[in-house]
């Protein structure tokens, strides 16, 4: 199993991005997909994630502002943050459980300037 991120930069409050999660060595379209955010010094806390059949769901913290979504035939999951805020500074990762097992893409940072 892999996640490979991609997507992600410096971006003023205000702007969008996309993340990107490419996934491989499992079948894809029957696995959640969970986003995670850890800003600068605190832990990793989940913000969004895709369940199988397409539906995104986010915590109340981002709601109205990041949706993450999927393409199975691509075996890629996204994540759209918007109208993003210095306080969404921080690493973000996906992660699924294959096999009671745990896997985590490697990360990619996104900057928000005041």
């Known amino acids: 199993v892999q996640l490979v991120q991609s997507g992600g930069g410096l971006v003023q409050a205000g702007g969008s991005l996309r993340l990107s999660c490419a996934a491989s060595?499992?079948?894809?379209?029957?696995?959640?997909i969970d986003w995670y955010r850890q800003p600068p010094g605190e832990q990793r806390d989940l913000v969004a994630l895709?369940?199988?059949?397409?539906?995104?769901i986010v915590t109340d913290s981002v709601k109205g502002r990041f949706t993450a979504s999927r393409d199975n035939a691509k075996n890629t999951a996204y994540l759209q943050v918007n109208v993003l805020k210095p306080e969404d500074t921080g690493v973000y990762y996906c992660?699924?459980?294959?096999?009671?097992?745990?896997?985590w893409g490697q990360g990619t940072q996104v900057t928000v300037s005041s």
């Open positions: 992660h699924t459980v294959v096999d009671s097992r745990s896997y």
């Open positions: 060595g499992f079948t894809f379209s029957t696995y959640i």
């Open positions: 895709v369940n199988t059949g397409g539906r995104s």
